[in-house]
């Protein structure tokens, strides 16, 4: 092998390894954000599980966050909880970087 092909590889392992991470960290910051909303909601702790797997599921539905914004505003106002798209976007930027805090102190 020579030495290009080698750093070629090595590049494309970066590059699978930086993707991975970033999708675990989404997936963690949605199901973070997910028990945030459920607090306010006053759900169990069965519930509140159950409920941040929704909003995890919720991500895939379009690209980008608005699905898991949408969702959470949605059933905080169903929920009578008196929040609004800001309050929701902070706290998933808050999420996020928990998400990766918790993430890489793993690693």
């Known amino acids: 092998m020579t030495m290009f092909e080698d750093r070629e ?3 494309e392992a970066k590059f699978v390894r930086d993707d991975e991470m970033a999708f ?8 973070l ?13 069965a519930e509140t599980d159950a409920y941040a797997k929704a909003v995890v599921q919720a ?9 898991v914004i949408r969702k ?17 976007r902070r706290a998933l930027e808050e999420r ?8 890489l102190e793993v690693r």
Do not use: C, K, Y
């Open 72 to 88: 959470v505003v949605g059933d905080l106002t169903a929920a009578g909880v008196d929040t609004d798209e800001p309050t929701v």
């Open 33 to 45: 954000l997910g028990q945030w909303a459920a607090e306010r909601m006053r759900l169990t702790p």
């Open 96 to 103: 996020h970087v928990e998400a990766r805090r918790q993430l």
């Open 9 to 11: 590889r090595a590049a």
């Open 59 to 67: 991500d895939f539905e379009e690209s980008g966050d608005e699905d």
């Open 24 to 31: 675990r960290i989404t997936a963690r910051r949605n199901r």
